[in-house]
């Protein structure tokens, strides 16, 4: 099976914009989550699609959102980009039939930089 | 609020030495634990997972953790360290409906 895949991979924005990731989640997985890493902050939760459905949410500012599609694929939408939002931003898939057991599938990433 | 500490930011090993890398847990409950590697410009590997079966859990590249409950940790280790095990590894703990929450993460460099 081919894993988890995101695009674009590296994203260059100004203060301001807005950007929006993609993700492919594993054949037959439905569940999606995404996560933004930076060395400051470490790994953290945005949100969990399940099924077109958020079913879970992070501590983050509405200016992030998501969305999940009927083919299982997600994206994720900053608005009004500000520099701390220069960060890898991580997509994960599962299953999503398990519970918080499940192995979790990651993507390689998109690196986004704010200038 | 569960949370994990992994003690130590940095470790560095000879190569062939024994790797131990820390993660210690709190939760009211038994928790989902799992440790993952990343190398860089790469995603997060499952290493290995405990879900409440042997408290002892080998996982993949040699590693294995052992979930002890009195100390609420669950330790990370390999016997011989190789230098393809430079990386960065992450506890995380889940319960519940709650969402993975990761540790800061530890930096392992294996000298040779």
């Known amino acids: 099976k081919a894993g988890v895949t995101q695009t674009p991979r590296y994203l260059i924005k100004t203060r301001g914009q807005q950007v929006t990731l993609s993700c492919s989640p594993i054949?037959?997985?439905?569940?999606v989550s995404w996560y933004q890493q930076t060395p400051g902050q470490g790994l953290q939760f945005l949100f969990e699609?399940?099924?077109?459905?958020?079913?879970n949410k992070g501590n983050f500012p509405g200016r992030f959102s998501g969305r999940q599609f009927s083919n299982s694929r997600s994206e994720m939408n900053v608005s009004t980009l500000e520099l701390g939002d220069s960060a890898l931003y991580l997509c994960?898939?599962?299953?999503?039939?398990?519970?918080?057991?499940?192995?979790?599938?990651f993507g390689p990433g998109t690196r986004l930089l704010v200038l | 609020a569960q949370s994990v500490t992994q003690l130590g930011s940095h470790v560095s090993v000879s190569e062939g030495a024994l790797v131990l890398l820390r993660c210690n847990y709190s939760?009211?409950?038994?928790?989902?634990l799992f440790w993952y590697v990343q190398y860089p410009n790469q995603g997060l590997q499952l290493l290995l997972k405990?879900?409440?079966?042997?408290?002892l859990v080998k996982g993949i590249n040699g590693f294995e953790a052992e979930f002890k409950k009195s100390e609420t940790s669950f330790h990370l280790t390999k016997p011989s360290a190789h230098m393809s095990d430079a990386a960065e590894y992450f506890c995380?703990?889940?319960?519940?409906?709650?969402?993975?929450?990761f540790g800061k993460g530890t930096r392992l460099s294996v000298i040779a």
């Open positions: 994960a898939s599962s299953p999503g039939t398990s519970g918080n057991k499940e192995t979790q599938y």
């Open positions: 054949s037959g997985h439905r569940s």
């Open positions: 699609y399940f099924s077109e459905t958020q079913r």
């Open positions: 939760s009211s409950v038994p928790p989902y």
């Open positions: 405990y879900t409440s079966a042997a408290t």
């Open positions: 995380a703990v889940s319960k519940g409906n709650t969402p993975l929450v």
